[in-house]
C-alpha cells in the first residue's frame, strides 16, 4: 500500500475502530449482550473504511473517508466478485443496525449469524 498521508488517514480510521473494538472486549467480556451491540455499530464503520482502503489501492486513487466516496467504495467492491463477503456482510449491518441499537439478546443473536462474514473479513 501506499505511503502517503491519506491513505495513512485511512488506514488509521482502519485501525482505531480495531481498537475500539478490541478494548470492548476486552472491558465487556463478561457482559455479551452488551459487548455485542457496541461491536455492531463499529462494524459498519469497519467495513466502509476497508471498501475505502480496496477502492484506493485498486484505482490507484486517493479518496478521503466522505459519505459519497464511502458509497462509491462499496458500489466498487459490489461489482467485484473478490469481495462478494464485505458487500454482504455491509448490507447485512445495514438493514440490521443501520439507524437504531438492537436490544442485548438481539445483538448477541446477530453477532452468532455474523461470524462467518467477520471470518472472512479478517
Known amino acids: 500500500m ?25 472491558r465487556n467480556k463478561e457482559d455479551r449482550g ?12 469497519l467495513l466502509e473504511h476497508i471498501a475505502l482502503c480496496i ?8 479518496l478521503d473517508s466522505i459519505y459519497e466516496n464511502l458509497q462509491s467504495s462499496l458500489k466498487y467492491i ?13 448490507n447485512l449491518l445495514q438493514i440490521s443496525v443501520s439507524h437504531y441499537t438492537p436490544n442485548e439478546e438481539v445483538a448477541e443473536r446477530l ?12
Open 2 to 26: 501506499r505511503k502517503d498521508g491519506l491513505e495513512n488517514n485511512i488506514l488509521i480510521q482502519i485501525l482505531d475502530i480495531d481498537r475500539n473494538i478490541n478494548k470492548n472486549i476486552v
Open 34 to 45: 452488551f459487548l455485542s451491540q457496541n461491536i455492531l455499530n463499529e462494524l459498519r464503520n
Open 55 to 62: 477502492y484506493n489501492t485498486d484505482t490507484n486513487q486517493q
Open 78 to 90: 459490489g461489482d467485484k466478485r473478490k469481495y462478494k463477503d464485505i458487500k454482504n456482510f455491509h
Open 111 to 122: 453477532m452468532l449469524k455474523y461470524l462467518f462474514y467477520l471470518f472472512q473479513t479478517r
